[in-house]
T-cell receptor, first 115, second 117 residues
Framework: AQTVTQSQPEMSVQEAETVTLSCTYD???????LFWYKQPPSRQMILVIR??????QNATENRFSVNFQKAAKSFSLKISDSQLGDTAMYFC????????????FGKGTRLHILP | GAVVSQHPSWVICKSGTSVKIECRSL??????MFWYRQFPKQSLMLMAT?????????EQGVEKDKFLINHASLTLSTLTVTSAHPEDSSFYIC?????????????FGPGTRLLVL
């Protein structure tokens, strides 16, 4: 069975600083997807970034980037130049590379961006 | 981008009544839809997976007769909470994945807040 672990329940960082959220996972699959989802106070789940396990290059989306270490089963999210609007719950998630398979979520990290 | 809607966004009902929540994919065909439940400050808990035209697959511990799921078309899935009780009060979220390049990612609806009095 797949598991996703987020070891930081809560973090705070000053606006404009860089912050890294940790995520580790366990799987015996070789091909899979990893995601970071953001859930702001509105509770709408927003896809931040996606990584395919077969790609060695780390995914980036503007200020968001990941450090994907497949051998270590690590998938951290770096937010650069953090903004007040980044305040949210962040979930790391895993999905097997089977069409329509379910997503396994971590417990989440609550991130506070301080003015 | 892919958009998923949910209706209603919030509902208050009396104990013992049934409540139906709709989940629609607005600009793509959703071959699979997922229903989650989320308690405050917790992660999403998958309740069931539904494929269009077939019976839903429920996660362990989720009562099939309590939470009825219907996925009658490629754009609509419904979750009916039957004989609701206060402990069913929660935030219910659906997600959808499907054809046309959308099978690799799940797109989430905005959620439905249910309060059972």
């Amino acid at each position: 069975a797949q598991t996703v672990t987020q070891s930081q329940p809560e973090m705070s960082v000053q606006e404009a600083e860089t912050v890294t959220l940790s995520c580790t996972y366990d799987t015996s699959e070789n091909n899979y997807y990893l995601f970071w989802y953001k859930q702001p106070p509105s509770r709408q789940m927003i896809l931040v970034i996606r990584q395919e396990a077969y790609k060695q290059q780390n995914a980036t989306e503007n200020r968001f980037s990941v450090n994907f270490q497949k051998a270590a089963k690590s998938f951290s999210l770096k937010i650069s130049d953090s903004q007040l609007g980044d305040t949210a719950m962040y979930f790391c998630a895993f999905m097997k590379m089977n069409r329509d398979d379910k997503i396994i979520f971590g417990k989440g990290t609550r991130l506070h961006i301080l003015p | 981008g892919a958009v998923v809607s949910q209706h209603p966004s919030w509902v208050i009902c009396k104990s013992g009544t049934s409540v139906k929540i709709e989940c629609r994919s607005l600009d793509f065909q959703a071959t699979t839809m997922f229903w989650y439940r989320q308690f405050p400050k917790q992660s999403l808990m998958l309740m069931a997976t539904s494929n269009e035209g077939s019976k839903a697959t429920y996660e362990q511990g989720v009562e099939k007769d309590k939470f009825l799921i219907n996925h009658a078309s490629l754009t609509l899935s419904t979750l009916t909470v039957t004989s609701a009780h206060p402990e069913d009060s929660s935030f219910y979220i659906c997600s959808a994945s499907g054809a046309g390049g959308h099978q690799e990612t799940q797109y989430f609806g905005p959620g439905t807040r249910l309060l059972v009095l």
